[in-house]
């Protein structure tokens, strides 16, 4: 079974950075996307950007585009998200998500097949 576990989450000012990291296990087909997900208290699930595993094709929200990057490491089947110039509205609990058989990824809530325990990211003012 798929396992994703987060890491790297905490409280970083505005204009700062902070790296979020997702080690996945499990798959058993090469055709798979990893995605970055967050919710803020109150509101709905909202995609930030996902990866494809096997061409490396990567998708951007409006929001992350220019700030954060997708990135993966093959040798430790890790796949971080690197977000620069941070803003209180990017609070939120981050959460990496697997989507099986993805010939290119997407970003919506509802076409994940698996979801990590999240990681709180907290951008003070």
């Known amino acids: 079974e798929v396992q994703l576990v987060e890491s790297g989450g905490g409280l970083v000012q505005a204009g700062g950075s902070l790296t979020l990291s997702c080690a996945a296990s499990?798959?058993?087909?090469?055709?798979?996307?990893i995605g970055w997900f967050r919710q803020a208290p109150g509101k709905e699930r909202q995609g930030v950007s996902c990866l494809n595993n096997n061409d490396g094709f990567t998708y951007y929200s409006n929001s992350a585009k220019g700030r954060f990057t997708i990135s993966r490491d093959n040798a430790k089947n890790t796949v971080t998200l690197q977000m620069n110039s941070l803003k209180p509205e990017d609070t939120a609990v981050y959460y990496c998500?697997?989507?099986?058989?993805?010939?290119?990824?997407?970003?919506?809530?509802?076409?994940?097949?698996?979801w990590g325990q999240g990681t709180q990211v907290t951008v003070s003012s």
């Open positions: 998500s697997a989507e099986l058989g993805a010939r290119l990824c997407t970003i919506a809530p509802g076409l994940q097949d698996y």
């Open positions: 499990g798959f058993t087909e090469d055709d798979w996307a």
